[in-house]
């Protein structure tokens, strides 16, 4: 029987949990905060579950594992939208998007008329785009909700008192493990949620630029996800203003009407990266840690739970297993 | 060899630090291209205290000359202000002073890049200041204390090559004791190879190798490209002309003239 202990109620830590419970394992999980909020860095996710999209800059391993993560959210909850992903660029950009496609698979090009159709709140004003036909997104809050939900009913409620003492602890805590972590370090994220009732879109468009790349999540009733910056920065408190701008200007040059939204929210975190980008199982001083999700929260969680399972249930190093 | 503020540089290639898929990777380029120095923008990760200074101490982890910039900068006063943190952080007084005229095209600001670089040389940092070709400029610079120039070859992150090889040329021909680095627009190793080739000390890039499919082996491509050029322009190469030059002796034809 397998008996452990969960810091950390993230994405990583509920994942993880989920994985356990549902192997029969058994499970507590303790957290700050008896639910996932604004103190959690997946509270302010894209959702965004496109594998071919990142592997233009990732590396293979999160293009190979993020290809399952859609299938795992839908087992687990009714969060997913499987809509494909569009990626586009503004007149002068558009040698980005050969560059994009050269450097991704998984996907076709499209011209205006099957943008116009896929999307028509943007007809007219994109030639040429790449549509990503298999991929899809999620609503993290929506996700995570659901996942601590499930887990109540299997009698596994997110603690906020730990004891000093609790058996085979596997730490999920993100950046705020970085007290043992050395080489874990934050990357700034800042994001707006904005709702503009007049703009309806099926799917995460992303927007390339040589600097600034930006893609737009829909959320459903006119609230959008507009993401999101990254920046060799620890700082989780605010926002800048020429993060502000660019988000706002990018979103505005995708589509005019979004001048029109209201802010519904502003987000500021930072994502727990190692240097090499990719999520690491490790131990230490009797203590598992489960972390380096950077980017990709939502499309590696599962696969990082699913590894950290199987090494609890079989003593088999998996494959994100990092020797100290 | 031409000295940067008193240092000899063994590799004349100096890479930027920015757009890399992940520090990793960014440490194996410089590992592989054995580039000399790294640049190192403070304007937005330093917006916080400290926040930035994991990154910072990957990049010091590099063990090569460190040359902050002050790259996001439009104005005089900021320059100075990033040049002054950028000295505390890396406890150093290189600079790579750019000052942003410009926000679609990136161009310098020469007036406030002159402006800039007095304030600055007279507070002791050495400044290498990011310029166009322009000779009047240049002059302007030395006299505000600049022992470097670096004019770029085409806009910031275009990967144009050499836009004017014709006033690039003149500048070296003008300015043979000052140590000249072409900062911008490579996107090819053959530019940089060009760049050599003119006789020019160094090549600063970031994008061409960042953005590359395989940033390590495009460093290492740079880094060949670089050493090709300036062993060529050391080997003191053969003047060009317009017609064939047989290597033995054509008996019995008309000489064309």
Not at chain 2, 21 to 43: E, G, N, Y
């Amino acid at each position: 029987m397998v008996d452990v202990s969960i810091i950390g109620a993230g994405v990583a830590g509920l994942c993880l949990a989920t994985e356990i419970t549902a192997r029969g394992g058994n499970v507590a999980i303790y957290d700050r905060e008896p639910q996932i909020g604004e103190h959690a860095c997946s509270w302010w996710a894209g959702g965004m579950l496109a594998p071919f999209c990142e592997g233009e800059s990732a590396e293979e391993p999160v293009v190979r594992h993020g290809q399952t993560a859609a299938a795992w959210w839908e087992k687990h909850t009714s969060s997913v939208t499987r809509n494909g992903s569009l990626v586009l660029a503004l007149g002068r950009d558009t040698s980005e998007l050969t560059r994009f496609s050269r450097r991704t698979s998984g996907m076709e090009t499209v011209n205006a008329d099957v943008i116009d159709t896929l999307e028509p709140d943007l007809s007219g004003r994109f030639s040429k785009g790449l549509f990503f036909k298999s991929e899809a997104h999620l609503s993290p809050r929506d996700a995570l909700a659901q996942l601590t939900k499930n887990l109540q009913s299997n009698g596994v409620a997110v603690q906020t008192d730990m004891p000093d003492t609790t058996p085979n602890r596997i730490d999920c805590r993100g950046l705020s493990a970085k007290d043992a972590l050395q080489d874990l370090r934050g990357v700034k994220g800042e994001m707006l949620i904005l709702r503009c009732p007049d703009i309806t879109l099926s799917r995460p468009i992303r927007l390339l630029h040589p600097r600034i790349p930006i893609y737009i999540v829909p959320r459903g009733d006119g609230v959008f996800m507009l993401g999101a910056t990254m920046i060799e920065s620890q700082d989780r408190n605010r926002i800048t203003a020429r993060s502000m701008l660019e988000l706002l200007s990018a979103a505005y040059a995708l589509l005019p009407a979004f001048g029109e939204a209201e802010i519904l929210e502003i987000g500021v975190d930072a994502r727990p990266a190692f240097p090499d980008n990719l999520p690491r199982i490790q131990q230490r001083d009797g203590v598992i840690y489960a972390n380096g999700l950077y980017r990709h929260g939502f499309l590696l969680a599962p696969a990082l739970a699913q590894m950290t399972a199987d090494y609890l249930f079989t003593g088999n190093k998996p494959e994100f297993w990092h020797e100290n | 060899m031409r000295s940067f503020y008193g240092v000899t540089l063994d590799n004349p290639l100096m890479l930027g630090t920015a757009l890399y898929p992940s520090p990793a990777i960014m440490a194996d380029a410089f590992a592989t291209s054995k580039a000399a120095v790294a640049t190192v923008s403070l304007r937005r990760e330093g917006s916080v205290d400290q926040a930035g200074q994991d990154f910072w101490n990957i990049i010091r982890d590099l063990s090569v000359h460190i040359l902050p910039n002050t790259a996001g900068c439009h104005s005089v006063k900021e320059a100075v202000t990033t040049a002054h943190m950028a000295r505390e952080i890396f406890n150093t007084n290189w600079i790579k002073l750019e000052v942003i005229g410009h926000t679609d095209t990136l161009q310098p600001d020469v007036f406030g890049l002159v402006e800039a670089a007095r304030i600055l040389s007279q507070d002791g940092f050495q400044v290498f200041p990011y310029t166009t070709e322009d000779l009047v400029v240049a002059e302007k610079l030395l006299h505000a204390g600049c022992e470097v120039l670096m004019p770029w070859g085409a806009p910031i992150g275009s990967g144009q090559g050499l836009n004017n090889i014709l006033g690039l040329r003149s500048m070296r021909a003008h300015f043979a004791d000052v140590p000249l680095v072409i900062d911008a627009g490579i996107g090819l190793p053959s530019h940089a190879t060009a760049a050599m080739e003119l006789g020019f000390d160094a090549v600063l890039l970031n994008t061409a190798v960042a953005k590359a499919g395989d940033p390590v082996e495009m460093a290492r491509a740079m880094a060949l490209a670089l050493a090709a050029g300036q062993a060529g322009a050391n080997a003191d190469p053969m003047e060009p002309r317009d017609m064939a030059a047989p290597s033995t002796p054509v008996i019995g034809k008309a000489f064309l003239e």
